[in-house]
């Protein structure tokens, strides 16, 4: 069974940049094989959609608000999904969750979280000074 792991998250002040990185256990790269996205869920709000790129195409689609600021990515030399993260606000703050489909959604359907059965356990960035 395929595992989802985040780790990167941390304490950072407003403006810094953070790299987060999901690695998938139980199977050896999945990023090319599943649509792969990044969610996030600040305190006391509801889970919601930062980034997704695309199994085939690697098409991406990210939340309005957080266009050029975040990138969403694969590395296959390390196995990971990445999301470069900069010029983090107070608001960026949240739980950031790395999930996956092993279905070719289209992109009308990426920032849906019903479409996603994998989930990894998530990783706490916290912006602050």
């Known amino acids: 069974q395929v595992q989802l792991l985040e780790t990167g998250g941390g304490l950072v002040q407003p403006g810094a940049s953070l790299r987060l990185s999901c690695a998938a256990s139980?199977?050896?790269?999945?990023?090319?094989?599943?649509?792969m996205a990044w969610f996030r869920q600040p305190p006391g709000k509801d889970r919601e959609f930062v980034a997704a790129?695309?199994?085939?195409?690697?098409?991406?689609s990210y939340r309005d608000s957080l266009k050029g600021r975040f990138t969403i990515s694969r590395d296959r030399a390390k196995n990971t999904l990445d999301l470069q993260m900069n010029s983090l606000k107070p608001e960026d703050t949240a739980v950031y969750f790395c999930?996956?489909?092993?279905?070719?959604?289209?992109?009308?359907?990426?920032?849906?979280?019903?479409?996603?059965?994998?989930w990894g356990q998530g990783t706490q960035v916290t912006v602050s000074s």
């Open positions: 139980g199977r050896a790269f999945i990023a090319y094989s599943h649509t």
């Open positions: 999930a996956a489909s092993n279905r070719g959604l289209i992109t009308s359907s990426l920032a849906q979280t019903q479409q996603y059965e994998i």
């Open positions: 790129i695309k199994r085939t195409s690697g098409g991406t």
